[in-house]
């Protein structure tokens, strides 16, 4: 149980367009989702913190207006990333708290942007 | 604010043998929540073993163990009779209890683990 499907597991655009990144939880209503942003062999780096119908909180540096995050339902997070640019590739990853203490994650995006 | 630590950017070990990966941590709470997740090649995070501060029993879960000591913020990761699919980074990571700052968790950078067969 506790399972978040997320979606694309990879994607390659272009320079200047926006892609989203999906987040659901199968099987709990995820009140609180996480966005992590990880590059390779480093740690995860939390980007924002969302709640079900409410605006996502955002990390110190981390561009609110680049990084569009909507959890509108407690089974579905996105993460849009608007006018992507190549420094804006990276692994990211999502994560949803379903219990007290238990936390489950995505299977990440690898995004690459041209 | 909290802080973790993981003084050991890569490991090895050989297959069957036994490896300690450390992880120090550094706050002013009394209650709290550790962890140790393994992210193997396929990224996807996986929950290894979990503590909470209150509870001084060391936890277990087959061949994971910690060794979790309180007064020192030290919380290490014992893994016996290494398997070659044990080859991973492993992530310490910290909670709140809820009560005081939310639900976040706080990473450290990471250890590097691989298995030699």
């Known amino acids: 149980g506790a399972v978040v499907s997320q979606h694309p597991s990879r994607v390659i655009c272009k320079s200047g367009t926006s892609v989203k990144i999906e987040c659901r939880s199968l099987d709990f209503q995820a009140t609180t989702m996480f966005w992590y942003r990880q590059f390779p062999k480093q740690s995860l780096m939390l980007m924002a913190t969302?709640?079900?119908?409410?605006?996502?909180?955002?990390e110190q540096g981390v561009e609110k207006d680049k990084f569009l995050i909507n959890h509108a339902s407690l089974t579905l997070s996105t993460l849009t990333v608007t006018s992507a640019h190549p420094e804006d590739s990276s692994f990211y990853i999502c994560?949803?708290?379903?219990?007290?203490?238990?936390?489950?994650f995505g299977s990440g995006t690898r995004l690459t942007v041209v | 604010a909290q802080t973790v630590t993981q003084s050991q950017p890569e490991m090895s070990v050989q297959e069957a043998e036994t490896v300690t990966l450390s992880c120090t941590y550094d706050t002013s709470e009394s209650d709290y929540y550790l962890f140790w997740y393994k992210q193997p090649p396929s990224r996807q995070m996986i929950l290894v073993i979990r503590q909470e501060a209150y509870k001084q029993q060391n936890a277990t879960e087959n061949r994971f163990s910690v060794n979790f000591q309180k007064a020192a913020k030290s919380f290490s990761l014992k893994i016996s009779d290494s398997q070659l699919g044990d080859a991973a980074m492993y992530f310490c990571?910290?909670?709140?209890?809820?009560?005081?700052?939310?639900?976040?968790?706080?990473f450290g950078e990471g250890t590097q683990l691989t298995v030699n067969p």
């Open positions: 969302s709640n079900e119908g409410s605006k996502a909180t955002y």
């Open positions: 994560s949803a708290s379903y219990s007290y203490y238990g936390y489950t």
């Open positions: 990571a910290y909670r709140s209890a809820p009560e005081t700052s939310g639900s976040r968790l706080t």
